[in-house]
T-cell receptor
């Protein structure tokens, strides 16, 4: 079975540009999460969806960040305009409502904003 | 207050020795799950083991076991017979609201422990 698929794997952009990160969760999973990982702050939960509905976006750092999940198989995280402090690895993860509920992570999108 | 505390930023261990990675957590939710993930230098997040707050027995998965001490709010990961391939960052995480019926939260991660296995 395919795991969580993220694109692009690497993105280098200039400050002020729009960045869109994409995620395809594992089929049948009803939760989708966006995390950001930096050396300084570790792994931070930005937003998560349940059955395509945003449940908690309190981790989204500011209005420059937005996330959508138009259907069960696709989600985007958009940064507009991007800033150098947004440089990080962004992970998408999905899970199924189950007893264990472990999250399955994509390989991450490494973003560098110059 | 931090929800997940990992007090060992880094550890060096000889190959074939057992390793204990510490994790303490803080929650008032009676329904939670505790997870350990491994992140090798390649960057992917690999799920290792899970312990539910209502589980009576400590979880085990191959060479991994979780020493769950609920009263102390402790969930240490034990790796038996360490191997060179175990060198990685290890993250403890908690997910609240697991069995409440209202939907679970996302995982809250600790800062991680960088484990280096020496030959």
């Amino acid at each position: 079975d395919a795991g969580v698929i993220q694109s692009p794997r690497h993105e280098v952009t200039e400050m002020g540009q729009e960045v869109t990160l994409r995620c395809k969760p594992i089929s049948g999973h009803d939760y989708l999460f966006w995390y950001r990982q930096t050396m300084m702050r570790g792994l931070e939960l930005l937003i998560y969806f349940n059955n395509n509905v945003p449940i908690d976006d309190s981790g989204m750092p500011e209005d420059r960040f937005s996330a959508k999940m138009p259907n069960a198989s696709f989600s985007t995280l958009k940064i507009q305009p991007s800033e150098p402090r947004d440089s990080a690895v962004y992970f998408c993860a999905s899970s199924f409502t189950s007893y264990t509920g472990e999250l399955f992570f994509g390989e991450g999108s490494r973003l560098t904003v110059l | 207050a931090q929800k997940i505390t990992q007090t060992q930023p880094g550890m060096f261990v000889q190959e074939k020795e057992a390793v204990t990675l510490d994790c303490t957590y803080d929650t008032s939710d009676p329904s939670y799950g505790l997870f350990w993930y491994k992140q090798p230098s390649s960057g992917e997040m690999i799920f290792l083991i899970y312990q539910g707050s209502y589980d009576q027995q400590n979880a085990t998965e191959g060479r991994y076991s979780l020493n769950f001490q609920k009263a102390r709010k402790s969930a240490n990961l034990v790796i038996s017979a360490s191997q060179l391939g175990d060198s990685a960052m290890y993250f403890c995480a908690m997910r609240e609201g697991m069995y409440s019926g209202g939907g679970a939260d996302g995982l809250t991660f600790g800062k991680g422990t960088h484990l280096i296995i020496q030959p």
